[in-house]
């Protein structure tokens, strides 16, 4: 057993051990797989970590597939949703609606 196991996500309890590539918590039961920690983060073009629901502006020109509408540089997106895959970021972008961006394109709005 070592501390560096993360706590349990039900119950955060720290008493959780490992089975392989499972976790399990002896107060509740939870068990679950190490994936969502152990793998690499989204980042924007500069490097900030993305995650659900952040606000990020668009950094270039992007062209909506299958359409002659393109999404401005400086483009602000509320609310965005990591999906993983070739167009990591599913959102709804204004004046566009719901479409995949591709996280290397946009900048996370701090603040
Ligand atoms: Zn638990």
Redesign the pocket.
């Known amino acids: 057993m070592s501390d560096t196991l993360p706590p ?1 996500p ?2 955060s ?1 720290a008493f959780t051990y490992q089975l392989d590539a499972l976790f399990s ?1 002896p ?2 039961g ?1 068990e679950w797989t190490g994936a969502v920690s152990t793998a690499e983060p989204v980042r924007d073009a500069v490097g900030n970590i993305l995650s659900d629901g952040d606000t990020v502006t668009v950094i270039r020109d992007l062209k909506v597939k299958g359409s002659s509408q393109v999404v401005k540089v400086g483009t602000k997106v509320r609310g965005i949703r990591l999906v993983g895959g070739d167009h990591d970021i599913d959102c709804k972008v204004p004046g566009i609606g719901q479409m995949g961006l591709k996280s290397q394109f946009v900048k996370k709005v701090t603040g």
């Open positions: 349990c039900e119950c309890s918590c107060e509740c939870h």
